[in-house]
């Protein structure tokens, strides 16, 4: 009978390291045991669940649940590799909050960053950060994707549609509108952690950053809403209608 206690007691042990290995981290009470050795496992077990799901908040779940897994680990050193790369940026927000409480601010950003980050993450991107009011997406990173550059646009369409939705909403509540641009571009970067030994951060470098961001800004002047580089078109011109805007300066 002890040992079939014993069994029992370690084998959900076992399951709830392998639910923390996978990321799923709600909660879940352990039954007590009156072994004292297995409460002890027990208890250290439910403060890392909550510690891994806290730091599951602030770093792409993906990378995440690399880093925890010894067998993939490595993945997360930088490396050059080809993404899809999407910026996102709301119009005027600087006028928007200097017109609304700090209260209002937030709970209205809440809303817009919890609706664009299930969508990111519907389509298989990542969302590497939040800047301000922008957020920064990729593809193909830190999880391979053949079809990033499909997944990106998709991605920016879907975001545009609920914004739009949202925006409805949010007007008919007496929330600000939040018209918002979009930059998508295709090419290479160099991928992974980087920073100091005691702090890193996961993200993206290089030119196919940088004009992902720029292509953002570009719909102010030429008032447009999702721009995409040539790059993306081409690698999705058989599933998507672009209409060409000319060469950028």
């Known amino acids: 009978l002890l040992s079939r206690m014993v069994s029992r007691s370690l084998y959900r042990l076992a399951d709830e390291a392998r639910r923390i290995g996978d990321l799923d981290v709600g909660e879940k009470p352990m039954a007590h045991s009156w072994i004292s050795e297995i409460n002890t496992l027990a208890n250290a077990l439910a403060a890392s669940r909550h510690a891994i799901g806290q730091f599951a908040l602030y770093v792409p779940r993906e990378v995440v649940r690399q880093i925890?897994?010894?067998e993939?680990?490595?993945i997360v050193r930088a490396k050059r590799q080809d993404v899809t790369v999407l910026f996102t940026d709301?119009?005027?927000f600087t006028t928007i909050a200097e017109q609304h409480s700090p209260e209002e601010?937030?709970?209205t950003l809440s809303a817009y960053f919890e609706l664009l980050n299930t969508i990111a993450e519907r389509h298989g991107g990542a969302v590497v950060q939040y800047l301000g009011d922008s957020i920064f997406v990729m593809w193909n990173a830190p999880v391979d994707d053949i079809s990033?550059?499909?997944?990106g646009c998709r991605c920016a369409l879907a975001m545009k549609a609920a914004v739009d939705g949202l925006n409805e909403a949010n007007l008919s509540n007496g929330r600000p509108e939040l018209l918002t641009r979009f930059g998508?571009?295709?090419g290479p970067a160099v991928v992974g952690s980087f920073g100091a030994i005691s702090r890193q951060q996961y993200t993206a470098m290089g030119d196919t950053i940088n004009v992902a961001s720029?292509?953002?800004g570009m719909n102010k002047e030429l008032n447009t809403s999702i721009l995409v580089s040539a790059a993306t078109r081409d690698a999705v011109a058989d599933r998507f209608t672009f209409r060409p805007l000319g060469l950028a300066p």
């Open 68 to 70: 925890v897994n010894p």
């Open 105 to 107: 601010v937030v709970d």
């Open 72 to 74: 993939t680990r490595a």
């Open 148 to 151: 990033h550059a499909e997944h």
């Open 184 to 186: 998508l571009h295709t």
């Open 90 to 92: 709301i119009k005027d």
């Open 214 to 216: 720029r292509l953002e």
